[in-house]
């Protein structure tokens, strides 16, 4: 097997990556951070009948999944196992029977094919996948991390460093928008049915603006307004008017999370901004952020919206980005683990 720094001297480096961490299974090889394949095996239509991600049932997918999700991405990549450079998986953060089938069918593959195996942080693919939609975003640079388990203000300070500045104190802004959406009756998942709902409706339902840190965030007061709102006029025999609670909810929060963005921007005399994770791909969310950015000198990067999502692309590209730039620690050893939970900035 090559060392870290054979491997990082190469100058053709194939990453295949594997992510399995919540309800997608996805394979994708990357050739020097460009994309060869990238396929996503989604089990939104299985979940969705229970109106939200069923662990047991998540895992059960990943394990039928898995193999023809890899087999693909090497075929539609034109890539032989063998050849890929190394091979790389999300340990954590997320459900950990799910990551468990990600974790153990690459280490075999790994250990089989005798490949350097990198554990890569779901949060940090996140925010990889900027750089694969936008190539001039260029450390430092502010992270706005809205994920279905996350949100975080963070300061990039290079390719594989982070400092956290802030986040929330109790739901991740992904949840919220699940809960909110469940509240209203809603599918699962509710972000993209809220986005969708919140265009035929105003911004004329009051939810209050909690009082945190300038970089923190709190969601479940703004969950908790809205389900009061439903059962008050439920009490008075009022029509619930649903587009405009959506519309009001989103507005609330998308400018809750673009203020703490620009603050953190504006204090930390950084002039760009990066949108990561599931939420990334609300259109509200990425014209106040892109609006405000404007107004204060400022430059909205954003995924892709179908990168935003989880994907494995986001993973290889994070994995590449470790061997270039980080070092040796980024490597799993035989003894890798799936974590549920991991802190935001963890490399291994
Ligand atoms: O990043 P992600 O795919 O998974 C985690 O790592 O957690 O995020 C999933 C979250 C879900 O809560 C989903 O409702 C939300 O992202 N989401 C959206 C939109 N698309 C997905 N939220 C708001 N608007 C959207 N268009
Ligand atoms: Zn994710």
């Known amino acids: 097997m090559l060392s870290f720094a054979e491997l990082r001297a190469k100058d053709t480096l194939t990453v295949c990556a594997v992510e399995s961490s919540c309800d997608e299974t996805a394979c994708a090889v990357l050739r020097n951070g460009e994309v060869l394949s990238s396929v996503i095996s989604t089990q939104i239509a299985i979940h969705k009948e229970y ?30 196992a063998s050849e890929v450079a190394a091979y790389a998986v999300t340990y954590g953060a997320g459900l950990l029977g799910a990551l468990l089938v990600g974790v153990s069918y690459v280490k075999g593959l790994a250990f089989a094919l005798d490949k350097p195996l990198v554990k890569v942080n779901h949060i940090r693919g996140h ?6 939609a936008d190539p001039s975003l260029v450390p430092p640079y502010i992270g706005l ?15 594989t460093s982070f400092t956290y500045l802030g986040g929330t104190m109790d739901d991740a802004v992904g949840e ?5 959406a469940r509240v209203l009756s809603l599918p699962y998942p509710g972000g993209p049915e809220i986005e969708k709902l919140a265009r035929e409706g105003e911004d004329t339902v009051f939810i209050p603006a909690p009082k945190t840190g300038k970089y923190d ?21 009022e029509p619930i008017r649903r587009a405009d609670v959506a519309c009001s909810f989103q507005t609330a929060v998308t400018a809750m999370l ?6 953190a921007a504006k204090e930390n005399r950084l002039k760009d901004i990066a949108l990561a994770g599931g939420v990334g791909a609300n259109g509200a969310l990425r014209a106040t952020l892109t609006e405000a950015c404007a107004k204060n000198g400022l430059k909205a990067h954003f995924p892709t919206k179908e990168m935003c999502t ?9 994995a590449y980005l470790q061997l270039r730039y980080g070092d040796e620690s980024c490597l799993a050893s035989d003894s890798l683990d799936a974590k549920a939970s ?3 900035c963890e490399r291994g």
């Open 127 to 132: 925010i990889a996948a900027n750089y694969l």
């Open 51 to 80: 109106g939200g991600v069923v662990p047991e049932i998540a895992s059960r997918n990943h394990v039928l999944n898995v193999e023809t999700v890899v087999k693909s991405a090497l075929e539609k990549a034109g890539v032989r």
């Open 217 to 237: 965030f709190s969601f479940s007061g703004i969950k908790t307004s809205v389900i009061n709102y439903v059962h008050t006029a439920e009490q008075r025999g």
């Open 310 to 318: 989880d994907n494995a692309a986001m993973i290889a590209m994070e």
């Open 176 to 180: 919220a928008f699940d809960k909110v």
């Open 145 to 159: 991390i809205v994920s279905g388990g996350h949100t975080a203000v963070v300061r990039v300070d290079d390719y």
């Open 258 to 263: 673009t203020k703490a963005a620009v603050t």
């Open 342 to 344: 991991i802190p935001l």
